[in-house]
């Protein structure tokens, strides 16, 4: 008898103890936040506010103002922190960032010598041998004193031996040595690929300048980037994106093995963020990847459905593709980097292979090429016309801007290009042309969602820089004081739908994410201050202090 108590008291032990655990398990998954100074945005995209969050694993099971804990789970006391939906950058370069953060950066330099002199610090603090190559980007001639092109020969009186290449900021152009270019066998001999220039001087010698189309020349003879090493530059950029708050990013062209990499980190579940990717339409084996069809993982990671697409190059290198001729180069009316009569095979292999088609345009040339060329194929893909989107959409002529709404064209923005642009864009184009340039609010009074992003690592990934360029159409030293052509600025509200649900939507992707909502996942962030009470200038400073994905505290 005394056996069977004891038998009896143990097996009862040991459920109590398997029910213990469970309830572990499941509080582990499980938070209640309370005290939370919290905004989101409705079905309808409208902000309303919220004090309590219920998070069960990855989703959102509840959250309002007088909701009931569930017992006996411990709430979280926010202790009235500021709590946003997870960013979402709809535009930037995943391992271009993270390529950038390895490589020598020249962002911030106020002249041509002191990019050299930042290369040979890089060079001199580099701890690992490389491929060979000195790589790095970020100049910005308009930014430098004398506002003039830099040559090879400050390259090679330092670095004669060694290949370099440099992209400006935008990453339009590059500035390459003397054995860089004898690496790829361009002298003065060599013609200017289709989409591109070899800049030569007076005497027809190359100058060290090579735009657009021509810096590929160069840059397929920098040895191949090896898998191991994608993958380390994947986990570097993650880690600085979600320091940033950037939940979710859009991949703006991928290569396959980029695609590769990406696909075996989602089946691994390896990603840190999520990634909406976009195929290169450069690629090689593009025809081959549209068969492939749709990729989307189990849980949202990853998401490959669309293919980006280039037009023209940029207008800080004077490569974006213009109506007219440039106002400060009268013979010059920039690039198309994918020429004209290429453009129905493109748009109708993509289209056409049910894929979304986001199409890079920055001048107004280039962007009506690309309206006209959508409603052309549409007209032979009648079941895929929604959302495709323009990349960029900087220079639109007025009476363009109307057919994106006709067509169903979303305009893929970055406001820190404006605040970047600015002191040169007039220069450019001249005022006339500014009137529909960064036309941010006229799209949105037409109608037309604009999907935010930065277009990292041209501009800082900081998606704070972001807003606060959308709302005050200001630099970092808040200037013009009156803001650069302030009527094309947006409301902190249009500015944050910008960045979360109208980017959701970009990507097929707004019943998943982009607003705290009952089914959403759980992906949200706190930050240091109320974004939407504080004055306008100090938004730009704003710090990430937790981040959260799929329910997980990632940062």
């Known amino acids: 008898m005394n056996i069977i108590i004891k038998t009896i008291a143990q097996k009862m032990c040991l459920a109590s103890i398997l029910a213990m655990l469970v309830s ?22 409208e902000l309303v506010q919220f004090s309590q969050l219920h998070v069960v694993d990855d989703t959102i ?55 050299v002199e930042r290369i040979k610090a890089y060079v001199s603090a580099k701890t690992t041998k490389g491929n060979g190559w000195i790589i790095g980007r970020g100049w910005n001639q308009v930014l430098w004193t004398n506002k003039q092109f830099p040559s090879k020969a400050s390259l090679d009186k330092e670095f004669p031996n060694t ?78 994106l979600l320091s940033l708050g950037i939940t979710s990013a859009h991949d703006a062209g991928i290569s396959e093995q980029v695609k590769n990499l990406f696909v075996e980190q989602a089946n691994n579940n390896a990603l840190k963020f999520r990634i909406y990717a976009m195929l290169s339409a450069t690629d090689p084996n593009i025809e081959g990847m549209l068969k492939q069809g749709h990729y989307a993982d189990e849980q949202g990671f990853l998401s490959i459905r669309s293919v980006k697409a280039y037009g023209d190059g940029a207008l800080g290198s004077r490569g974006a593709a213009l109506l007219a001729p440039y106002s400060d180069d009268p013979h010059n009316s920039g690039l198309l980097v994918t020429p004209e009569e290429s453009l129905p095979m493109l748009f109708n292999t993509i289209i056409g292979a049910n894929f979304q088609l986001n199409f890079h345009a920055i001048g107004d040339r280039a962007n009506r090429l690309a309206l006209q060329q959508f409603a052309k194929t549409f007209k032979n893909f009648p079941q895929n016309t929604q959302r495709h989107r323009v990349e960029h959409a900087q220079i639109v002529a007025p009476e363009d801007i109307p057919l994106f709404k006709e067509y169903a064209i979303i305009p893929s923005m970055q406001p820190t290009h404006a605040t970047s642009d600015m002191n040169m864009a007039e220069d450019r184009i001249g005022k006339a042309r500014l009137k529909g340039a960064y036309a941010w609010q006229t799209f949105l009074k037409q109608g037309s969602p604009i999907a935010f992003g ?32 302030s009527e094309e600025s947006v409301t902190r509200e249009q500015a944050f739908k910008g960045f979360t649900l109208d980017a959701a939507y970009s990507g ?48």
Do not use: C
């Open 24 to 45: 572990f398990t499941v509080i582990a998954n499980e938070h209640f936040f309370t005290n939370v100074n919290g905004y989101t945005l409705n079905a309808e995209g």
């Open 61 to 115: 099971k509840a959250i309002g103002n007088e909701l009931s804990k569930p017992e006996p789970l411990t709430a979280t006391d926010m202790q009235q922190a500021v709590m946003l939906p997870g960013i979402i950058d709809a535009h930037g370069h995943i391992l271009g960032l993270g390529d950038n953060l390895i490589q020598v950066d020249l962002r911030g330099t106020s002249s041509e010598q002191e990019a």
């Open 163 to 240: 290949p370099v290449m440099l992209s400006r900021v935008d990453g339009h152009a590059d500035w390459v040595n003397s054995k860089a270019l004898e690496i790829a066998g361009i002298n003065a001999n060599t013609p200017s690929p289709s989409g591109g220039e070899i800049v030569k001087d007076a005497n027809g010698q190359p100058t060290g300048l090579l735009i657009d189309n021509a810096s590929y020349l160069v840059g397929k003879m920098i040895p191949e980037t090896t898998n191991e090493d994608l993958a380390d530059r994947l986990n570097l950029a993650s880690a600085h």
């Open 454 to 485: 930065s277009d990292f690592p041209v501009e800082l990934a900081n998606p704070f820089h972001g807003l606060h360029a959308a709302i005050t159409r200001q630099d970092a030293n808040q200037q013009p004081e009156s803001g650069w052509i």
């Open 508 to 555: 097929f992707q707004e019943d998943m994410i982009g607003s705290l909502e009952v089914g959403k996942k759980a992906d949200f962030i706190v930050v240091d201050r109320d974004i939407f009470t504080i004055e306008a200038s100090q938004i730009r400073d704003t710090q990430v202090l937790q981040t959260w994905v799929n329910g997980k505290r990632v940062f």
